[in-house]
């Protein structure tokens, strides 16, 4: 992204919960970010960090109750989603703003034909005619890489494999040109060769279209194949954030050196065992008053179970949620 | 789709042949005799020469193949020759099934009995379906709402209070305090104006309502648990982040997924309606096919109640059929062959 440019999306200070029988559930705890045009951000984090939760609040695709949220603000081209009405929420869901779901084998409808639900989007948004539509959803599924697009428009998604529906789901995403696309683990539930033509396709479509794009991914070799910058998520909260260069050469933070050393390396010495963090994830069950990676944390000292840390900057546009510090190896002060 | 609806109707063939007996086998073995409600100062001998006369003296086996030419042969051939007017063989001497207690043709019976009770029953389950699909969608998409509670209260009370009772509560209420509605339904009336057609409508009013009440609650029940099933989906969030209107997502992609067992429910219901609604029948002497299978059991007439009680099997076999092709047609993953 060129420095300076205005972002595509901005937020600030994101805190979505969910309100259950047990309590308040607290998925995303003051999360802030950016995207700018044409970038494409990594979301790292395991199950349960809050990284899918992030990105359904933002178009506000989170079932409500028991989601809710409760602060914060997302602006969209300047302009605050929060504050918009359904109907413009609308407009910008399938229209600005396309999705990509983690499981293409229950994201599409399984009695509409393909043509039906690519065509929906476009007549919506494009107020495209009957006929024009069915012309470009060929197109669409043309340029996804479905061969014979014409002619598979009337098949149902059960006609289709995997990575066929997930190309499917991928044309439905774009159907009307968004400028930011929004993909939750698009990958995770197919085969690692239909993974890395997916991501393959995404990258064309990228120089193609210049649309912004977030991954949400928990797989780190994708995002290093991929991102221009990564945000690593952990309990409901961004713990580091850096250009993808600098989060792989120079991780700061204990969960993203752990996470690091849970990838396998091809170059790596054979007999060196492949490290587990160990733990649970946090509960999430309230807002802490401590680290949420205290528990599992190699470096914890006293501070880190009284207080929870702020982001602060390490390195050009380069920032972590930490009180210890990595390259000195010794708590931080400040 | 085609051949494998030829297919299944081949099977419904032995099916139906094999039911027909079973019902034979069962009402023979009822300990029943035609001749009990006659006046007691029949001598037995002229008793048993009645028995006799009506084809009793002769083994079982011969009496249900006797049923067998009369009902798939005799029959359908008579029916057409009713429609088309043409002469086949001897229609004269041609035996048809022939009700012991009223002496007349049994299916010509059914046929004067049928337009009442496919009315009054068909029109309670058109109600009942009208009244539970909106009830159940939106019990689902407000689901803990106070209309889902309402409802659920409803589909209660609907499905466990007995038609016996609220038909009676109806006509306590509206007949005999209210006065709106007649609590007989004449069957004699004739719609030949508006306001003849007002009193039919008055008349059918509260029959349907009840059985209404009672189909609509079950239903009702179908239809939400399925749009729950489904609002939890995936693909109801991939519609969404199209951007579709919440009705749109709503009463077009969960709707027509929710439906597919609902359809499937509602078809297997029909042949209750031609059963008719012996109970509400009675209440309301609705002079239906109900009524009609009560009074051929009460009086031991075994053709009727074998001939009404294997249309009944036929009509369950077929809807059954008709319920697995309906399937097919609404859900693109099960299409048959």
């Known amino acids: 992204m060129p420095d300076g440019a205005a972002p595509i999306l901005d937020v600030n200070n994101l805190k979505t919960i969910f309100r259950t029988r047990d309590g308040e559930v607290h998925a995303v705890n003051s999360v802030s970010f950016d995207v700018g045009p044409g970038e494409l951000l990594g979301v790292v984090g395991e199950s349960g960090s809050g990284k899918s939760v992030t990105m359904m609040s933002l178009m506000g695709l989170l079932p409500s109750p028991p989601a809710e949220i409760v602060s914060g603000e997302i602006l969209y081209q300047g302009s605050d989603v929060r504050k918009m009405s359904e109907a413009q929420l609308r407009d910008l869901r399938g229209g600005d703003v396309g999705f990509v779901f983690q499981d293409p084998m229950t994201s599409l409808n399984p009695v509409f034909t393909v043509g039906y639900q690519l065509v929906e989007p476009l007549q919506i948004h494009m107020g495209l005619s009957k006929k024009a539509a069915r012309a470009r959803a060929a197109e669409l599924l043309d340029l996804v890489g479905i061969p014979d697009a014409r002619k598979r428009l009337s098949d149902y998604p059960h006609q289709f494999s995997g990575g066929m529906r997930q190309r499917v789901m991928i044309a439905i995403a774009l159907a009307c040109d968004p400028k930011l696309l929004i993909a939750d683990e698009p990958t995770t539930a197919l085969d690692v060769t239909i993974q890395a033509q997916i991501i393959e396709l995404v990258r064309d479509l990228r120089q193609q279209l210049g649309m912004a794009i977030v991954w949400i991914t928990h797989d780190l070799g994708v995002v290093a194949g991929i991102a221009d910058r990564v945000m690593v998520m952990y309990g409901g909260q961004i713990v580091e954030h850096a250009p993808v260069g600098e989060l792989f050469a120079n991780p700061q933070h204990p969960y993203t050196r752990a996470l690091l050393e849970t990838v396998p390396r091809v170059d790596g010495t054979r007999d060196a065992r492949l490290r587990s963090i160990q733990g649970q994830p946090p509960s999430l069950a309230a807002h802490p008053a401590s680290c949420p990676f205290a528990a599992r944390c190699g470096h914890v000292f006293d501070r880190c179970l009284v207080e929870n840390p702020e982001r602060r900057d390490v390195g050009a546009r380069h920032d972590v949620a930490c009180f210890w510090d990595a390259r000195t190896r010794e708590p931080y002060n400040g | 789709m085609f051949t494998y609806t030829l297919r299944r109707l081949a099977f419904a063939v032995p099916t139906l042949l094999i039911i027909s007996f079973i019902i034979f086998v069962i009402l023979d073995m009822a300990p029943n005799d035609p001749t009990a409600s006659l006046p007691l100062t029949i001598p037995p001998e002229v008793r048993q020469q009645i028995r006799d006369a009506l084809g009793l003296d002769q083994p079982m086996p011969i009496r249900y193949f006797k049923w067998c030419v009369q009902f798939f042969w005799n029959e359908p051939v008579n029916l057409i020759e009713q429609w088309t007017g043409w002469t086949i063989g001897d229609s004269e001497s041609r035996l048809r099934v022939i009700s012991w207690q009223t002496r007349s043709p049994v299916v010509d019976l059914i046929a004067e009995r049928m337009p009442q009770t496919l009315w009054v029953v068909g029109m309670s389950y058109v109600v009942g379906i009208l009244i539970a699909i909106p009830i159940g969608v939106i019990s689902a998409y407000k689901q803990y709402s106070w209309f889902d509670q309402f409802g659920t209260l409803f589909s209660m009370a609907g499905f466990s209070v007995p038609t016996f009772f609220t038909g009676l509560l109806f006509i306590v209420i509206f007949s005999v305090n209210l006065q709106w509605f007649p609590s007989v339904y004449d069957t004699t009336h004739r719609v030949t104006d508006w306001d003849s057609f007002w009193f039919q409508v008055r008349q059918m009013i509260m029959p349907v309502m009840v059985l209404a009440l009672f189909n609509a609650s079950q239903i009702s029940r179908f239809m939400r648990a399925s749009m729950l099933d489904n609002l939890q989906q995936d693909y109801v969030r991939t519609a969404r982040a199209k951007g579709l209107r919440e009705r749109a997502v709503l ?61 009944f099997a036929v009509l369950i076999v077929l809807f059954n059929l008709v319920a697995d092709v309906l399937y097919g047609i609404l859900d693109p993953r099960i299409r048959y062959d």
């Open chain 2, 251 to 311: 009463l077009i992609h969960v709707l027509r997924n929710s439906m597919i067992p609902v359809v499937t429910v509602i078809a297997l219901g029909v042949p209750q309606i031609f059963g008719g609604a012996i109970i509400t029948e009675q209440i309301f002497r609705v002079n239906g096919l109900g009524q009609l299978l009560i009074v051929g059991i009460q009086s031991a007439d075994i053709p009727l109640v074998q001939t009404l009680t294997f249309i």
